[in-house]
């Protein structure tokens, strides 16, 4: 690296660290656990830098937990959610929330549901109330369900199947998970859309929508004693369900590498390669995973890590590379390469490049000063995102639905400062083997002639 860039660099961590200090301690902050008497638990985060409170209510309960023929199901009841109650009729609910100078959304993840709102602190009541209502009382009618699954086909077709590397992901997923429910896109495959009725929106929302499968998480300008007394309030006297069991069926060892090609209208050809990596499950004894996310930012934690200093800089076999880890989660990970063969290269070259480069650092290893630099920018990273109160939220919840402690986040920054240069090479050389790899390529296609699809009309949220 050219002296000036790491001078750069060092100026802007000494920089990051002195302004974000405040941010920091009140990320560091500690998180008041409690729970109800109906098993729903409670998550509370102090953070007074501004009069605000963000509102999460997660349900446990995700694409992993879909059967064969209602995939997608999941997301559809987010949808769902925003339908209204006997209280609070159709279209109510965002309103209420914005009159009161809010904003609320969803997401729907393959390990969990969630909703959220960010409000003045003052409003914190109403949130909670809302959130409650849905959780006990939404009115589910077939008449809604017909237009809402109408948006979500809409909405695959626009997130997945007319955007050609998305195709590509979902198509790697499926191929590298022969059994477990990973293999299933999140959003769902269309014939199961198509056939989905309000009774299976129904038969979920009735199996997983229940005080003891939920978490709220509330980080913001609040007191733990003051979310605890509502939470009470309004979500103390729902009453638990019985759940079912997670049968989920464990995926078997890949026995060889895998390889295929997807046919899509694109405009440039594409390599992505998934190799199968363990996942955190528990974070006090585990090193592998920490290794696993530096050396993903090894090879791509910025501008002039590996890949794009080696392969699109140098040798110029692409124009794009990029390396990363999926490595919290209830099931199982994945350590991702890929990258789009420069002009006048296939996309053989390109992997063969990302290969060569995963081979050149289990040979000859990282060398101490390139991993600090690393470790800096890693923990720089975090440092930034946790100045965000919704993403503090948002690491709360994510971390306690794979069932990590809480406070996972700070004590990931600590376990990335404790991975060392061997541990690094250790774990490229025993993950990043042909065993554990598939591979899909992208062979473009004559782009159609219609314009690419745009968001459907009423579509509010991420997935």
Do not use: C
């Amino acid at each position: 690296m050219p002296i000036l860039l790491r001078a750069l660099l060092q100026a802007l961590f000494a920089v990051l660290l002195a302004s974000s200090a405040g941010a920091y301690a009140a990320a560091g902050a500690a998180i008041a656990e409690s729970s109800l008497p109906n098993g729903m638990r409670i998550l509370v985060k102090t953070d007074r830098r501004a009069p605000v409170a963000v509102v999460m209510v997660w349900y446990k309960a995700g694409s992993i937990d879909e059967v064969n023929g209602t995939t997608g199901v999941a997301h559809v009841l987010e949808h769902m959610m925003f339908k209204g109650t006997k209280a609070v009729p159709a279209g109510e609910y965002s309103r209420i929330i914005a009159e009161a100078g809010g904003r609320d959304n969803a997401f729907t993840s393959r390990d969990y549901t969630g909703y959220f709102q960010t409000l003045h602190k003052s409003q914190l009541e109403l949130a909670l109330k809302l959130e409650a209502d849905r959780m006990a009382n939404l009115t589910l009618s077939a008449e809604e369900f017909k237009k809402e699954i109408r948006v979500v086909m809409e909405e695959r077709r626009w997130r997945t199947d007319d955007r050609p590397r998305a195709l590509v992901f979902e198509q790697l997923m499926a191929a590298a998970l022969k059994a477990h429910p990973y293999r299933h896109p999140i959003i769902g495959w269309m014939s199961d859309l198509e056939n989905m009725r309000v009774e299976d929106a129904q038969d979920w929302y009735d199996k997983w929508y229940a005080p003891n499968n939920a978490t709220l998480v509330v980080v913001g300008d609040v007191s733990a004693a003051e979310v605890q007394k509502l939470a009470q309030r309004y979500f103390g006297p729902l009453k638990q369900k019985p759940l079912p069991p997670r049968r989920i069926t464990e995926e078997p060892r890949q026995l060889g590498i895998r390889q295929f090609t997807v046919k899509a209208p694109a405009e440039l050809p594409y390599v992505m390669m998934a190799y199968h990596a363990p996942v955190l499950r528990d974070i006090g004894k585990e090193w592998e995973p920490f290794a696993l996310e530096m050396l993903a930012n090894v090879l791509d934690g910025n501008e002039a890590a590996r890949l794009n200093r080696n392969l699109v800089r140098s040798a110029r076999v692409a124009s794009s590379a990029e390396a990363s880890y999926d490595g919290v989660g209830r099931g199982p990970g994945m350590f991702y390469l890929s990258a789009t063969p420069a002009q006048g290269k296939t996309v053989q070259d390109a992997e063969r490049a990302l290969r060569d480069e995963v081979a050149r650092l289990i040979k000859d290893g990282v060398a101490e000063e390139e991993l600090q630099r690393v470790k800096s920018q890693a923990v720089a990273s975090h440092v930034y995102e946790r100045d965000s109160m919704f993403y503090q939220a948002r690491q709360i919840g994510s971390n306690v639905m794979a069932d990590l402690p809480p406070n996972a986040a700070d004590l990931f920054v600590d376990k990335l400062k404790e991975v060392t240069a061997e541990q690094v090479r250790e774990v490229a050389r025993k993950y990043l083997v042909d065993e554990r790899l598939t591979v899909a390529y992208l062979d473009p296609q004559p782009l159609d002639s219609k314009k690419p699809s745009a968001p459907p009309p009423g579509l509010r949220h991420g997935q």
